[in-house]
């Protein structure tokens, strides 16, 4: 198959997928959305007989825009945009899940200062406030105290970006130091590690120990269903246990949608970047069935 | 394996033959985060700063 990349920078997760596509004889176009222009009627990318695209950029908002354009032009491309859409935005995200009955924490948006205090003190202390767009944990508030809610609403309000002025307030979850990343292609699991640290941050980015994880009934079929919620996807579904370590009920708190998998990679024994090309194979041969494997 | 200058210091910095244009290296000398602009013939620039959007 022919296969496009986007992205502006390659981090060892790219590289795990562009060996892999070598390695089989793929042909790979790559995209840096820094160099092109996306016009209503084509782009200065060339795209127009590649069998798929894999969307890679690492800004949340070219992600958006380019996966748009690229489906514009009747490419197909993976995420979709519309799941992108979802899973960038944290409050899309929570109504997607609960929208679908899976478990995921309580959370209020707010649009102001004393409103958002309101919701604050409605959760009580300690409570979690997020950006609604973010990652790798940045910008992520526990709040413990009313002073220490004041001063933070305050330091958002004046942050410069509008989307700090939506308040993102949600239950805090009293996790055994410990979260759940399963990277799944279409609901189906590839592999799931734990991410472990004393902080409460435990993404692997921010430092957590990683292991792999065996994932029970309750979980595969929670992973599915947040998946769908979200349109599917080779997408990062994190989930927390409720009420310790192998209680076996969960929470789903997130749902990233240009997963990142190289910690996985390393402490698992399945071949991640194996079993991603193997579902962009098939994706490719859905979509365009002359793909050439 | 090829050498290109790091643009911050000047010192050289070794690409491994299995590079990719947008790969981000550290100089071992300054510490700079350099992006991979061309593999052949090598030439890195200054890579860009983390923006608040960038994640997974």
């Given amino acids: 198959m022919k296969i496009g990349i986007l992205y502006s920078r390659i981090r060892q997760d790219e590289k795990l997928l562009l060996n892999e596509l070598r390695d089989r004889d793929h042909e790979i176009e790559k995209i840096d959305v820094r160099k092109h222009q996306f016009g209503l009627d084509g782009t200065t990318a060339d795209v127009d007989d590649l069998d798929i695209v894999v969307d890679r950029c690492l800004s949340t908002s070219r992600s958006l825009y380019a996966t748009r354009f690229i489906d514009h032009y009747g490419v197909p491309v993976v995420n979709s945009p519309e799941t992108a859409d979802v899973c960038a935005d944290k409050a899309k995200n929570s109504l997607a899940l609960d929208a679908a009955g899976v478990p995921t924490p309580d959370t209020k948006l707010a649009f102001t200062v004393d409103s958002a205090m309101d919701a604050i003190e409605s959760f009580g202390y300690p409570c979690v406030l997020k950006p609604v767009v973010g990652s790798w944990g940045r910008l992520m508030a526990k709040i413990d105290s009313e002073s220490a809610a004041e001063a933070i609403l305050e330091h958002k309000k004046v942050l410069g970006h509008y989307e700090h002025k939506v308040f993102y307030v949600q239950e805090f979850v009293d996790k055994p130091g410990r979260d759940i990343r399963v990277l799944a292609t279409d609901g189906e699991p590839v592999a799931a590690m734990t991410r472990s640290s004393d902080h409460w941050l435990t993404n692997a980015a921010k430092g957590g120990d990683t292991a792999g994880f065996e994932l029970d009934d309750t979980a595969l079929d929670l992973v599915e269903k947040a998946s769908d919620a979200v349109g599917g996807g080779l997408l990062g579904v994190d989930l927390m246990e409720v009420g310790g370590e192998e209680s076996g009920e969960y929470t789903v708190h997130e749902i990233n949608h240009t997963v990142e998998f190289k910690a996985l990679n390393g402490c698992v024994d399945v071949d991640v970047p194996g079993t991603v090309v193997d579902w962009l194979e098939t994706k490719a041969n859905e979509a365009t069935p002359e793909a050439t494997q | ?56």
């Fill in chain 2, 1 to 56: 394996m090829s050498e290109a200058d790091c643009p911050e210091c000047g010192a050289g910095v070794d690409l491994h033959d299995d590079v990719e244009v947008g790969e981000i290296l550290d100089c071992g000398t300054c510490g700079a985060e350099l992006e991979v602009l061309a593999a052949e013939p090598p030439e890195l620039d200054t890579a860009p700063e983390l923006e608040e959007d960038w994640g997974e």
